[in-house]
């Protein structure tokens, strides 16, 4: 059974950044961040090979957001950047077998942590 536990959540203002992270006990997974939004279903953010070699982003993030990973740590970041109130949500972490966008393809799933940018 692989675990994850995120971190990092908080308030800010627009314009502000935070950087996620993501604990897991196995780093032999692809993983991604996804968020949700009040009224919204779950949502793809980024996702990162097993290897930290192919990184992917939704065009709402790209430029702004950087998916990371440590694997000595076995913890994946995610930088955000240029923050804005649409980005509010609560952000999920997911582990699973290959790099996807799609939330099926993720077998494992943290508790999620909160995200709130205020204008």
């Known amino acids: 059974q692989v675990q994850l536990v995120e971190s990092g959540g908080g308030s800010v203002q627009a314009g502000g950044s935070l950087r996620l992270s993501c604990a897991v006990t196995?780093?032999?997974?692809?993983m991604a961040w996804f968020r949700q939004a009040p009224g919204r279903e779950r949502d793809f953010v980024a996702g990162?090979?097993?290897?930290?070699?192919?990184?992917y982003y939704a065009d709402s993030v790209k430029g702004r957001f950087t998916i990371s990973r440590d694997n000595a740590k076995v913890t994946v970041y995610l930088q955000m950047n240029s923050l804005n109130p649409e980005d509010t949500a609560i952000y999920y972490c997911?582990?699973?077998?290959?790099?996807?966008?799609?939330?099926?393809?993720?077998?494992?799933w943290g508790q999620g942590t909160q995200v709130t940018v205020s204008s």
């Open positions: 990162i090979s097993w290897n930290g070699r192919s990184t």
């Open positions: 997911a582990a699973g077998a290959s790099g996807s966008r799609n939330r099926a393809d993720y077998r494992y």
């Open positions: 196995s780093s032999w997974y692809a």
